[in-house]
């Protein structure tokens, strides 16, 4: 198999396999009655760009396929080439498959970074970092976008050979090189946000593993990201190699919206592996869960609870840390053991945070008074 062969086929399971993970995303999100958030649809337009993308290149390869071999990597760079016009067709499409890529891998991170936004519940610190790097990446996905197309002025010169291509476009071998070293760092620091709030869980070590390991899963997504470049460059060329990159744009595409939806995902995984899909016993109502709100905290009506107010033998007595207060599918990652009856709201009182109390029922006791819970700004519960 040829690499123009090779692109077709890559393409077609990538789009496959990203429009499956983020079917599993939504529907994961309706079971588990988490709602569907900002960073589900940022997920979702970035895997309609990608669909696209990928029907551009696959058309491109399959019409032209002489094309895909000589455009670009010949046409500019070798004199003697006769520039033809399905080389020009090939190169048009090629440059607008360029366009979306920004996007595509844009929101990626934003759908990223908003998941953080709204399953870490933790200090100011935290939330700032995090606002300032959707800032950041809403900055890349601008200019680097807004570049590309002003590669060439006039534009159609980004496909019409030119005896002076450098009177009229820009180095794209290095402006492609430098837009890879800076999504690589990006990616970087995204990966290695959450790690920190991970292992500041009351959690035991095997447990803080388990969680980080999934989200240390996008570490394929850098790798891709460095082949990606590496196999693009060529030395000395004012263009790049637009098969490899062609290729290697998609892997590191279709890895980062497979990480992107893995911590949402996993929990709808590990529940068909233990007890069918989405037994009912395995899901809490959105309204009684105090992680499917965010970091403002949720109200519980003095009185709500069951008959009795005996614990179950087989109840946990781990305390679900209230920095981990975010959406439902957190706390499902977090597969924590409850009793026999399935999960149960935890208790609040006047004196902060109290590990969850579950009667044969699976409430809590009747009696306490409703208060508003509130984070400090050291992750704990403010009065």
Known sequence: MNDDDLIVVIGAIGAVLSIIIAAIRFYGRHMMKSGVGLDDWFLLLSVVTLVIADVIVVVANVTYPESAKNALH????DAQYTYGQDDIDYTRLSFFSAILYFTTVSTTKLSILLMYKRIFSIDRSFRLQIIAL????????ISMTVSNLLNCIPIEMSWIPSDDESKYCFNYNVYWLACGIVECILDLVILIMPVRVVYG???SQGRRIAVAGVFLLGVFVIISGIVKVARSYIPGSRQLDLTQTSLWSTVHICTGIICACLPVCWPVFLRMVKRGPL????????NQTPWSGGSGGRRYPQGRGSRSGSKSKDQSTEIYSPQFGGSSDVHELLVRDTDKTGYAPPVYNQTGYAPPVHNQMGYAPQGHTEIRVNYD???????
Do not use: C, M, N, Q
């Not at 959707?134 to 996905?141: K, M, N």
């Open 74 to 77: 010949k046409g500019k760079d």
């Open 134 to 141: 959707i800032v950041i990446t809403a900055g890349f996905w």
């Open 201 to 203: 869980l009351k959690l």
């Open 279 to 286: 037994s009912k016993a395995s899901s809490v109502p959105s």
């Open 377 to 383: 700004g050291h992750g704990g519960l403010g009065r």
